[in-house]
């Protein structure tokens, strides 16, 4: 049963999250906006109208967030004052009040996401190690591991290049990943995912270490600028099928596309390579590959623009986006993530999706330094 000095900190928590997330504001912005949708001849640009629209939608997902927590803080309250008249029980009381604080820290874990990227979609790679089937197999564990979270938070899912392991599993994996702040929560996945298991590849039954690799960018839209030099591109194209597509084509669909980079800074050149084999039209992979590419170099000036900000704030402590940043060891029941001491026995439920305790223990720890302005 809660005391009363619990529920005193749980309304002075919602209270103060209202004046943090400016609530009030918010509501006024609403209305500006939602009459800039009825204006003569909104939907003559479409682009224009569409962006107009996530911006309404977007007022109204946290005005009603807030609105949530307010009223299960409110009947926390009168549940509270029930009690004293005998109407509810404390299992009633403690069941509400969890309920409360579950909606208060997910609209917190959300008021973390306030770079511009954080709202966008995202592109999740995937790249099994060195290993060969065993490493192979633990990228496609890890794929279903995304796609399960995904499925769980209503995100969707399309798989923009698929290659298939030579006996088990996947070599690599694209995939597109959209929904409300997909990039936001999915860019604590970014780093090196290590697993400890007993191989069922193994004859002797050794206990095996694979390591798989996974890559998160935001995927940018039209409304991002980001320059791309046209005589530093040039295309391939090949036959969609077997390990290097989703379907089986006799013409050539697939688009090879070879990005010559120079870095801006210090002027080092290299070759970004994209393959898209999603569709069956090659002007569709095209274009597609052409929004992987965008986001890949957004990508990289953000994470330019990331460590110019974690030399600012020194002593803080860094984010290593290429290093180990997991270990899931399956004999031991037990998934650790190394750069928040964050862990759980849940290895099962984890391999099912359930990773919101890692992300949540990520944006706790990083979010001040991983690219405030």
């Known amino acids: 049963m809660i005391t009363a000095e619990q529920l005193k900190e749980t309304v002075e928590r919602v209270a103060q999250l209202g004046r943090y997330l400016d609530i009030d504001a918010k509501k006024i912005q609403l209305e500006e906006e939602q009459l800039r949708t009825q204006a003569p001849g909104f939907w003559d640009d479409q682009k224009r109208a569409e962006e107009q629209m996530k911006r309404v939608k977007g007022l ?13 803080c409110d009947e926390l309250a009168t549940a509270f004052d029930f009690y004293k008249e005998d109407l509810v029980t ?3 009381i403690d069941d509400a009040y969890a309920r409360t604080l579950e909606a208060i820290e997910a609209l917190e874990l959300k008021n973390m996401l306030r770079q511009e990227e954080d709202a966008m979609d995202c592109v999740l790679k995937i790249n099994s190690g060195a290993g060969g089937t065993e490493s192979q197999d633990w990228a496609s564990m890890l794929m279903r591991m995304y796609m399960r979270y995904a499925e769980a938070q209503g995100y969707k899912v399309s798989i923009s290049n698929l290659q298939d392991g030579e006996e088990a599993g996947i070599k690599t994996v694209t995939m597109e990943i959209e929904g409300d702040s997909a990039y936001g929560y999915l860019k604590s996945e970014n780093g090196v995912h290590r697993l400890v298991r007993v191989s069922p590849y193994n004859a002797q039954g050794k206990r095996m270490t694979s390591f798989a690799s996974v890559f998160v960018t935001p995927l940018v839209d039209d409304t991002i600028e980001v320059f791309v030099d046209p005589s530093k591109i ?4 090949f036959r969609s099928g077997g390990a290097g597509g989703q379907n089986v084509n006799k013409v050539e669909t697939g688009v090879r596309l070879r990005y ?3 870095d801006p800074d210090t002027g080092e050149e290299e070759e970004i390579l ?5 569709s069956r039209k090659q002007l569709e992979n095209r274009e597609n590959a052409m929004r992987l ?8 000036a953000l994470q330019k623009k990331k460590a110019a900000q974690a030399k600012i704030e020194a002593g803080k402590k860094k984010i290593e986006w290429g290093s180990q940043i997991r270990s899931y060891v399956f004999d031991d029941r037990r998934v650790k993530d190394h750069r928040t001491g964050h862990q759980t026995s849940d290895v099962g439920g984890v391999m099912d999706g359930k990773i ?6 990520y944006l706790m720890e990083f979010s001040e330094s991983a690219g405030q302005d």
């Open 60 to 72: 109204e997902k946290w005005i009603e967030g807030f609105k949530e927590v307010k009223l299960l």
């Open 90 to 92: 404390e299992e009633e």
């Open 234 to 237: 040039s295309w391939d194209l």
């Open 260 to 262: 010559q980079y120079k």
């Open 274 to 278: 994209i393959e898209n084999t999603e």
């Open 293 to 300: 590419l965008r986001s890949q170099l957004y990508d990289r």
């Open 356 to 361: 919101d305790g890692f992300i949540k223990a």
